[in-house]
């Protein structure tokens, strides 16, 4: 890979950051009259740890993993953000991406300026490692993989992965959301190996914290040290901070959860295998299924009358015909079921 000098942003390597209040004085037993706070309606009164101290030490716990190795952001979607920032010069420089993937890497890109560089998965949405690779060129700064991939749903060899990893010359974003629900294992445990690799992972999934927006990257301590030269100071507010500590204290539940749903997705594709517009389920590393149809905008409006709602990605590439189901509550995946029969009932 080139060196982090050559990799990042000219603005950014010269940039001096913003020095807040909690950045001069991070302790807690002290009168605080420095950052002009109200005195009073404690704790939120008070600016939150900028560098979530009790947060990172809860997941670096869980995950096995340095503190120094951690980023927090305001969903996974801030790290991407900060990614392009850091690394990418607008109407310069392009990133290298899978297609189809996850959305957010092409409005990042977008938004900042930045050309994208898409390589269609194969047929059988495996990587075509050839193809990244060829793609790239002197201005290729990230390479963005999603494993397990949205909206596909399967896993990518591992060999392939660290064949891009070893061979780009620029990082690679290796976005891990959906890892806790698949049989194959992150890549953290090898990330001292790879100084060009960030890996994503999220509370949103598995966890069941969507709602409080926090996600988390994994890397070096040098590229954490740049993310946290450019974030916005007080990124993750004190309700998000305590409330993912508590939840993090139930990992066990986590994992029922995680069982729950690897159940209910195994039984969810017994039972639409036998509907007649089902024409083909690929497999799926995630808590979902991509489903294939003859008739998906039919199929989702009829749905959407029915209450109930599922994602309609014909429109994607590689994904003509089919529709995404998450797995919900054995509750909330019969009324799926009912809906189809009466689908069904009506197409007959």
Same mark, same amino acid.
Request: charged share 25%; proline share 5%.
């Given at each position: 890979?080139?060196?982090?000098?050559?990799?990042?942003?000219?603005?950014?390597?010269?940039?001096?950051?913003?020095?807040?209040? &909690?950045?001069?004085?991070?302790?807690?037993?002290?009168?605080?009259?420095?950052?002009?706070?109200?005195? *009073?309606?404690?704790?939120?009164?008070?600016?939150?740890?900028?560098?979530? &101290? #009790?947060?990172?030490?809860?997941?670096?716990?869980?995950?096995?993993?340095?503190?120094?190795?951690?980023?927090?952001?305001?969903?996974?979607?801030?790290?991407?953000?900060?990614?392009?920032? $850091?690394?990418?010069?607008?109407?310069?420089?392009?990133?290298?991406?899978?297609?189809?993937?996850?959305?957010?890497?092409?409005?990042?890109?977008?938004?900042?300026?930045?050309?994208?560089?898409?390589?269609?998965?194969?047929?059988?949405?495996?990587?075509?490692?050839?193809?990244?690779?060829?793609?790239?060129?002197?201005?290729?700064?990230?390479? *963005?993989?999603?494993?397990?991939?949205?909206?596909?749903?399967?896993? *990518?060899?591992?060999?392939?992965?660290?064949?891009?990893? +070893?061979?780009?010359?620029?990082?690679?974003?290796?976005? +891990?959301?959906?890892?806790?629900?698949?049989?194959? #294992?992150? *890549?953290?445990?090898?990330?001292?190996?790879?100084?060009?690799?960030?890996? !994503?992972?999220?509370?949103?999934?598995?966890?069941?914290?969507?709602?409080? &927006?926090?996600?988390?990257?994994?890397?070096?301590?040098?590229?954490?040290?740049?993310?946290?030269?450019? #974030?916005?100071?007080?990124?993750?507010?004190?309700?998000?901070?305590?409330?993912?500590?508590?939840? !993090?204290?139930?990992?066990?539940?986590?994992?029922?959860?995680? +069982?729950?749903?690897?159940?209910?997705?195994?039984?969810?594709?017994?039972?639409?295998?036998?509907?007649?517009?089902?024409?083909?389920?690929?497999?799926?590393? $995630?808590?979902?299924?991509?489903?294939?149809?003859?008739?998906?905008?039919?199929?989702?409006?009829?749905?959407?009358?029915?209450?109930?709602?599922? &994602?309609?990605?014909?429109?994607?590439?590689?994904?003509?015909?089919?529709?995404?189901?998450?797995?919900?509550?054995?509750?909330?995946?019969?009324?799926?079921?009912?809906?189809?029969?009466?689908?069904?009932?009506?197409?007959?």
């Amino acid at each position: 890979m080139k060196s982090l000098d050559q990799l990042i942003r000219p603005n950014i390597k010269s940039l001096k950051p913003y020095s807040s209040a &909690r950045d001069e004085y991070s302790g807690e037993e002290a009168i605080f009259l420095d950052a002009n706070e109200n005195p *009073f309606n404690e704790p939120y009164n008070r600016y939150p740890d900028p560098y979530q &101290r #009790k947060l990172k030490t809860k997941i670096a716990e869980i995950k096995s993993i340095s503190e120094k190795s951690i980023f927090l952001g305001n969903g996974s979607d801030e790290a991407i953000d900060l990614a392009f920032r $850091a690394f990418c010069e607008p109407g310069v420089d392009n990133i290298v991406s899978i297609d189809p993937t996850y959305g957010m890497y092409q409005v990042a890109a977008d938004i900042n300026n930045i050309e994208v560089r898409k390589v269609k998965l194969t047929p059988d949405f495996e990587l075509d490692t050839t193809k990244l690779l060829s793609v790239a060129d002197e201005n290729s700064k990230l390479l *963005f993989i999603c494993s397990p991939n949205n909206p596909t749903g399967n896993s *990518f060899k591992k060999e392939d992965i660290i064949t891009l990893i +070893e061979k780009f010359e620029g990082l690679v974003v290796l976005d +891990e959301a959906y890892i806790d629900f698949a049989p194959e #294992k992150s *890549f953290l445990p090898d990330l001292n190996k790879y100084p060009n690799l960030i890996i !994503l992972q999220t509370l949103s999934k598995a966890w069941g914290m969507a709602g409080i &927006r926090l996600g988390m990257a994994f890397t070096s301590p040098e590229i954490i040290t740049i993310f946290n030269h450019i #974030k916005y100071p007080y990124n993750i507010n004190i309700l998000t901070q305590q409330k993912a500590l508590e939840l !993090l204290e139930k990992e066990d539940e986590k994992n029922g959860w995680v +069982e729950e749903l690897l159940k209910q997705k195994a039984a969810m594709t017994i039972q639409i295998k036998g509907y007649s517009f089902v024409e083909k389920i690929y497999p799926s590393d $995630a808590n979902y299924l991509l489903v294939k149809t003859n008739a998906p905008k039919e199929i989702y409006n009829f749905l959407v009358e029915q209450g109930v709602i599922i &994602r309609d990605r014909s429109t994607v590439s590689l994904c003509e015909g089919c529709l995404r189901l998450t797995i919900g509550s054995k509750k909330e995946n019969k009324a799926l079921y009912e809906g189809l029969d009466k689908y069904t009932n009506q197409i007959q």
